[in-house]
C-alpha cells in the first residue's frame, strides 16, 4: 500500500570504503547544539568493503568503522576508528578477503596445492569477529559485536580495539544476539543460540554485574528448543520488568544444506529461507526464575529484527516492534543491489521490497485450561490486538497496526527508539524511527502511539542515521530532550553532519558540519560523560 517510488537517486557512494581519522577534529555548528549535552555519540558500522582485488558481496560484510561525535559545551569534535579485529587484521596482511562473512565465503589460500584447496572446503569456518552491528555496554565496559560468539571491548573515547571477549567461554553457545536489553538494576540481558543434534536451542543470558575477568558472568535462564528440528531459526528478544519473550519466526536454515552448500563455496545468506508456511512462536520466559510459560503463544508469520518497547498492564504483556511480511529481505541488501544506477532499475528494486511497520501484539498472562476459547482475551480497552485460545494451551495472537496512512508516505519505518532510560519496559508514547522511501533511510520520524501521528524531518538527498534519544536534565515528560543523528548524503563529497532535533517538536536546533564521508551504518549509543 506504499506508494510507487520513482526516480530514486544513486547511493553507490554511502556503501564505499572510506578513511579512519583517528584522531578528533573540529566540527563547524550552524545554529545551536545544548551546552548540558555531554558526552559522546558513538556510531558502528561497515566501513571498509575490499581487500586488494577482492570485494565482499553484502553490506554486512564491510569491516567495522567506530564513529565519536565528543559534544562539550556546544562545540563538537569528530574521530573514526577501524576495528583491529582478527578477520580485520587476517585480510589486511594477506591483501585479500581469507575470513567469512555473511555474504561473502572466503576462497581457500592460492598459494596452497590443490588437494589442500579442496579438503579446506570441508572445513566449518570459523565465525567473524568483524563486529560492526552495535555498541553494547556490560558494567561500564563498551564492546562492539555482532551476531556471532565474539564481541571486542573497545576504548569509548579513544576508540582504540582491546581484548576479543569469547561468549563461548562463559556460557555454551555458538551466538550470540548484538541487541542486549538493561534494567534499572545495571543488569544487562542477551540471547545466544546453540547448534545440537536438535537443530537450535536460544539460550537466555543474564549479564550480572561481577569479578570475573571482562566484567561478565552468565547464567543460563531458560533453554528453549527450536520448532523445527535440524534447523536454526531467526530469533529475537523483547523484555519488560518480569518476563522475556523470545521471538521465533520463519526464517530457517538447514543445517544439513549448510554443510552441503560450504563445499559449494556458498556463503551463509544464501542458505537462509523465508518459510511462512510456519507461524511466528513467542516463547515467554519469566526474567527472575527462568521459568518458561507453558502457553504456546502463535501468531501469523512475521519478521522482525528490532523490538520498540514491551510492558505489562493488567495481566497482558504488551510488545511494540518493527515487522515485515518477507523475511527474505536481509539477502537482498548485497552491495551490487545498494550499488544499482538511478532509473528504472533502482525502483523496480525498490518496489519490489516488503516494507517494515510498527505493530502490536498483546500476550494474556493468565491463560489456564479453564479459560474459554475461541474469544478474544485482550480486555485493554486501548488495544485493537487481540489473543484467541485455539486450544490446549495454545493462543493464536494477531497484531494492531501502530500507524494511520500518512506513514505510507515515508515508506514504513525501522531503527526504533524511546526514551530507553526511563521508559524502557514501562507503558510509554512516544518513539523515534527511520522512514525507509529509500533502499537507506531518508527521514526522521517521531510517532505517537496515541494518535498514531507522525511528525518527520525530510529533506531530498540527505540520508540519517538511526535516531538516538538522550533527556534533558531535570525532564518532567517523556519527550524532553534531544534527538541526534548523523546525517550523510551521496551528493556532496564530505558533506556530514551530526543533526540535533528538539525531541518535542522534531525542529531543528542545530548541527555541526565535519568535512569527512561516512557511510551508511548501523546502531549507536549516547555515553554520557560526567
Request: aromatic fraction near 12%.
Amino acid at each position: 500500500t506504499c506508494p510507487l517510488a520513482m526516480g530514486l537517486e544513486d547511493i553507490a557512494p554511502l556503501v564505499r570504503t572510506v578513511e579512519e581519522i583517528p584522531e578528533p577534529i573540529t566540527t563547524v555548528i550552524k545554529g545551536n547544539i545544548p551546552s548540558w549535552i555531554n558526552g559522546s555519540f558513538l556510531r558502528n558500522g561497515p566501513g571498509k568493503f575490499e581487500f586488494g582485488k577482492d570485494n565482499f558481496n553484502h553490506w554486512f560484510d564491510g569491516m567495522a568503522l567506530m564513529h565519536r561525535f565528543y559534544i562539550h559545551d556546544g562545540e563538537v569534535t569528530y574521530s573514526s576508528r577501524f576495528l583491529r579485529s582478527d578477520s580485520y587484521v587476517r585480510n589486511s596482511e594477506k591483501d585479500r578477503i581469507v575470513v567469512c562473512e555473511f555474504g561473502t565465503m572466503a576462497m581457500p589460500d592460492p598459494c596452497k596445492n590443490f588437494f589442500s584447496r579442496f579438503l579446506s572446503r570441508f572445513k566449518i569456518p570459523k565465525a567473524t569477529d568483524n563486529a560492526s552491528v552495535n555498541f553494547v555496554k556490560y558494567k561500564g565496559d563498551y564492546y562492539v559485536s555482532t551476531e556471532t560468539n565474539y564481541m571486542r571491548r573497545v576504548d569509548p573515547q579513544s576508540l582504540e580495539t582491546k581484548e576479543k571477549v569469547d561468549w563461548s567461554e562463559y556460557i555454551a553457545v555458538n551466538s550470540a544476539t548484538a541487541h542486549p536489553h538493561y534494567d534499572r538494576e545495571g543488569a544487562s540481558y542477551n540471547m545466544g543460540n546453540s547448534y545440537g543434534k536438535g537443530g537450535m536451542l536460544s539460550t537466555y543470558l543474564p549479564i550480572i554485574p561481577s569479578a570475573l575477568p571482562l566484567s561478565l558472568c552468565c547464567v543460563t535462564a531458560a533453554i528453549i528448543p527450536s520448532a523445527l528440528p535440524l534447523s536454526l531459526c531467526c530469533v529475537t528478544a523483547a523484555m519488560s520488568e518480569n518476563y522475556v519473550v523470545f521471538i521465533e519466526q520463519p526464517i530457517k536454515l538447514d543445517l544439513l544444506k549448510f554443510m552441503l552448500f560450504r563445499i559449494q563455496g556458498k556463503s551463509f545468506d544464501k542458505v537462509m529461507t523465508w518459510e511462512p508456511q510456519y507461524d511466528t512462536i513467542f516463547h515467554v520466559v519469566h526474567r527472575h526464575t527462568g521459568e518458561q510459560s507453558k502457553v504456546k503463544y502463535s501468531a501469523p508469520p512475521m519478521f522482525t529484527l528490532h523490538q520498540i518497547n514491551a510492558y505489562e498492564d493488567k495481566g497482558f504483556l504488551v510488545m511494540d516492534m518493527c515487522c515485515g511480511d518477507d523475511g527474505d529481505v536481509i539477502g537482498d541488501f548485497t552491495l551490487e543491489n545498494l550499488r544499482r544506477g538511478p532509473g528504472e532499475e533502482m525502483d523496480k528494486f525498490y518496489n519490489s521490497m516488503c516494507r517494515n511497520l510498527p505493530r502490536r501484539y498483546v500476550l494474556p498472562l493468565t491463560v489456564t485450561d479453564d479459560t474459554p476459547s475461541d474469544q478474544n482475551l485482550v480486555t485493554l480497552p486501548f488495544c485493537q490486538a487481540t489473543a484467541v485460545k485455539t486450544g490446549c494451551g495454545k493462543v493464536l495472537c494477531t497484531h494492531e497496526e501502530l500507524y494511520d496512512e500518512e506513514l505510507f508516505q515515508y515508506g514504513g519505518l525501522e531503527f526504533p527508539q524511546i526514551n530507553y532510560a526511563h521508559y524502557n519496559a514501562r507503558p510509554y508514547r512516544y518513539y523515534y524511527a527511520c522512514g525507509f522511501g529509500h533502499l537507506f533511510s531518508d527521514s526522521l520520524l517521531k510517532m505517537d502511539l496515541e494518535t498514531k501521528k507522525l511528525k518527520a524531518w525530510r529533506h531530498p538527498g540527505l540520508f540519517p542515521s538511526e535516531p538516538v534519544f538522550v533527556p534533558a536534565p531535570n525532564a518532567t515528560e517523556e519527550d524532553d530532550g534531544v534527538v541526534m543523528s548523523i546525517i550523510i548524503t551521496p551528493r556532496t563529497e564530505k558533506s556530514t553532519f551530526l543533526l540535533v532535533l528538539d525531541a518535542k517538536t522534531f525542529t531543528e536546533l542545530g548541527r555541526a558540519e565535519v568535512p569527512v564521508n561516512i557511510p551508511f551504518g548501523t546502531h549507536g549509543v549516547f555515553n554520557e560523560m560526567q
